[in-house]
């Protein structure tokens, strides 16, 4: 805890008196503490697939460059690095975006089944190339929120594409979609839209940090994986400024489901 001291003078009634006032400043320094972790991250997260595309330019200025088989390898590296700082800067500015945008409520009238359907379709042939069969599990009828359309087709997306990366292959991801008079989270009618995987599922310990920037569990297969590490942090941003919940419950073996719950 930090707390800010001030001693001044005061005339009283009384006589003279010292009037002592503490402030306590921990979220300000938490605040600020986050803020520096931040840049750090941000900082190596860039420096790292740069470090890199400078390595492969030096070697193709000097001992690769009549080397026509070795070029074209290094490109075609210099060409995945240089797209994955691509999709940080992108998942950056998605984040900055989002907590800007987090006091505003949006407005718009969305329909979460043609969401669910939109991302199903355009992410069937990533799902294929993994080997996992997508299937959903939800009723004919439109299930219509306030809502921000693009920023909801993210939450989707992010959603299905951890579970089809993290799920494994062979695995099965079902998306599902239903309504409730009550949630019992937001204490009133709600939707409740899940993503769930047959993955290897996620250890207790990680579940509360996952929506944290940059918390991975596995670095090394989440950069492999083309992660950047903002996914979540960007989904809980976005159920915030819906007034969502967004609940994680996973087990090791047992797969993982991502509950999306959003007033209707
Ligand atoms: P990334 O870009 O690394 O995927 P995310 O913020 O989307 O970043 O996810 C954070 C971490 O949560 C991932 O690195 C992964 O370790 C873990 N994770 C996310 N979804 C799942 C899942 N469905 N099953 C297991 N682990 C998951």
Redesign the pocket.
């Known amino acids: 805890t930090s707390f800010v001291v001030s001693v001044s003078k005061v005339e009283t009634d009384l006589g003279q008196g010292a009037l002592v006032c503490f402030e306590d400043v921990t979220h300000l320094e938490q605040a600020g503490q986050m803020r520096r972790d931040f840049v750090a991250n941000v900082s190596h997260e860039l420096r790292t697939p740069l470090t890199a595309l400078m390595g492969f330019i030096e070697t193709l200025q000097g001992p690769a460059k009549a080397d026509a088989a070795a070029s074209e390898r290094f490109l075609s590296i210099m060409m995945a690095e240089a797209q994955r700082m691509e999709r940080l800067v992108r998942d950056l500015l998605s984040l900055s975006r989002v907590e800007a945008e987090e006091r505003v409520r949006p407005t718009d009238k969305v329909d979460l089944k043609q969401i669910v359907e939109s991302v199903l379709h355009s992410l069937r042939a990533v799902a294929k190339t993994s080997d996992v069969t997508l299937r959903t599990d939800m009723d004919d009828t439109p299930v219509i929120v306030p809502g921000d359309r693009d920023q909801l087709i993210q939450v989707v997306t ?1 959603l299905t594409e ?2 089809i ?3 494994g292959r062979n695995g099965t991801v079902t998306l599902s979609l239903s309504t409730t008079e009550r949630a019992p989270q937001l204490r009133g009618p709600a939707a409740i839209l899940s993503v769930c ?1 047959t ?4 250890d207790q310990i990680h579940i509360p940090r ?1 929506t944290e920037r940059f ?4 670095t090394h ?2 950069r492999e ?1 083309g ?7 960007i989904v809980k941003h976005i159920v915030n400024r819906h007034r969502g919940r967004l609940r994680i419950e ?1 087990a090791p073996g047992q797969g ?1 489901e ?1 509950r999306v719950i959003l007033p209707l």
């Open positions: 992010n951890n579970a990366k993290y799920g995987d993955g290897p599922g996620i996952l918390y991975r569990i596995d297969r989440s994986q992660g950047t590490g903002l996914g979540l942090a996973s993982a991502f």
